[in-house]
């Protein structure tokens, strides 16, 4: 059983639902049912007897364009776990790039910090490179960036609170810097924080790094370590936005792409092309009566 889940306009609805039925018959891939679950904010659902995932995906998007969209084998539910990364999924920003600029130099950083995310950089040596570009650097700039640059993307605090009033853990894990995600988590609700360090020596930035690199293979394991806590048959949310998100993505039940870059993107099984965070709620088909608004 395959379930497609995604948020369609209802103008010309039939008809592209009809043309996609066709496609995806052709294909060996019929439709079994096809409904609309008005209660949660017009969410289209399709169930297949059986159909590849992400062939599944392409051809919904072929007929009703990007929309906001999770993939699953099996019976969608509300996950037991998040597991989401910071920067450009749950706030808008790419916090070292803002810090750069504090330094001058943030179209040089910025470069890099985008060709890592597309997966043409290798991770660790992108991130020592980055920081290192920070040597100097007032500690005091953190402040400052954070109040003057960092927010949350919209419906950021939403999802969580909501997940966790479902009964879901959830787990801030970064390529980014505690300095930053500490914060963002408290202001979010997520209830752990793993990340990288900024070293800092008489209140300056020394361009290094305090202990273990925070990598997509921290963001694995910490997802693994998680969901093993909660024990078997634990549905497992992963959110990101760039190739260091990938793993994580891969291991979870949902692994979602938030307007994420293109290998991101095609590794997950959801996807949202929207701004607003909440999408994630209404896929899961949780009513807007139980949202626990920001």
């Known amino acids: 059983m395959l379930i497609a889940r995604l948020i369609a306009e209802a103008t010309g609805l039939e008809t592209r639902l009809d043309a996609a039925s066709a496609a995806l018959d052709a294909a060996g891939m019929p439709v079994a049912a096809a409904t609309m679950l008005d209660f949660c904010g017009d969410v289209l659902q399709i169930s297949l007897p059986h159909g590849d995932a992400r062939q599944v995906a392409t051809m919904l998007t072929e007929h009703f364009g990007e929309c906001d969209m999770l993939v699953a084998d099996h019976e969608i539910e509300v996950p037991r776990l998040l597991v989401s990364d910071m920067d450009s999924t749950m706030i808008g920003q790419e916090c070292i790039d803002e810090l750069a600029d504090f330094a001058g130099i943030k179209e040089k950083v910025a470069d890099i910090t985008e060709r890592a995310m597309r997966g043409e950089l290798e ?144 590794a997950a099984n959801g996807r949202i092309v929207s701004e607003d965070l909440t999408a994630i709620l209404s896929l899961f088909t949780i009513p807007k009566n139980e949202w626990v608004e920001g």
């Open 123 to 266: 991770f660790e040596s992108a991130l020592r490179e980055r920081v290192g570009l920070l040597e100097g650097l007032g500690e005091h700039a953190i402040d400052r960036c954070l109040a003057e640059r960092i927010g949350p993307v919209a419906g950021a605090r939403t999802l969580v609170e909501t997940l966790k009033s479902k009964g879901c853990r959830t787990v801030l894990v970064t390529g980014g810097f505690h300095h930053f995600a500490d914060r963002v988590a408290e202001q979010l609700g997520f209830e752990r924080v793993v990340g990288n360090r900024l070293a800092v020596l008489n209140g300056h930035l020394t361009g290094k790094l305090a202990g273990p690199v925070s990598d997509a293979s921290t963001k694995l394991a910490t997802l693994e370590e998680e969901r093993a806590n909660l024990g078997e048959g634990a549905r497992v949310l992963a959110t990101g936005d760039g190739a260091n998100d990938i793993p994580m993505i891969e291991a979870a039940d949902y692994g979602i792409a938030y307007r994420a870059k293109p290998k991101a993107r095609d």
